[in-house]
């Protein structure tokens, strides 16, 4: 599965950024998706959550601010980034959990991570 993540840059503290997050490959569909986010010095953090049946979970420092929709038809994942903060800046990463059918057809699972898409929020 290759993910390809897209809508990261510089934005001022307060403005609004969108993130995509695109699957490719061979799967029969997603289970979960999710965004995770690494700033310098620090442990990669959840951010948000969706799974396949919608139901959805945020990190404590981005409940209420940002919200993350997926759109099964086009295997793509968004953040939507409102309110933005100093503290939000950092490397964010996408990661899914897909479900497909290994070499005797029986279904199996396969998790894979996205390169990561750099965000800035300046102050």
């Known amino acids: 599965v290759q993910l390809q993540a897209s809508g990261g840059g510089l934005v001022q503290a307060g403005g609004s950024l969108q993130l995509s997050c695109a699957a490719s490959?061979?799967?029969?569909?997603?289970?979960?998706m999710s965004w995770y986010r690494q700033a310098p010095g620090t442990q990669r953090e959840l951010v948000a959550g969706?799974?396949?049946?919608?139901?959805?979970n945020y990190g404590d420092s981005v409940e209420g601010r940002f919200t993350i929709s997926r759109d099964d038809f086009k295997n793509t994942m968004y953040l939507q980034m409102d309110s933005l903060k100093s503290d939000d800046t950092a490397i964010y990463y996408c990661?899914?959990?897909?479900?497909?059918?290994?070499?005797?057809?029986?279904?199996?699972?396969?998790?894979?991570w996205g390169k990561g898409t750099q965000v800035t929020v300046s102050s």
């Open positions: 990661y899914v959990e897909v479900y497909y059918s290994d070499v005797r057809g029986d279904p199996a699972e396969l998790t894979s």
């Open positions: 490959g061979t799967f029969v569909s997603i289970k979960f």
């Open positions: 969706i799974t396949r049946e919608g139901t959805i």
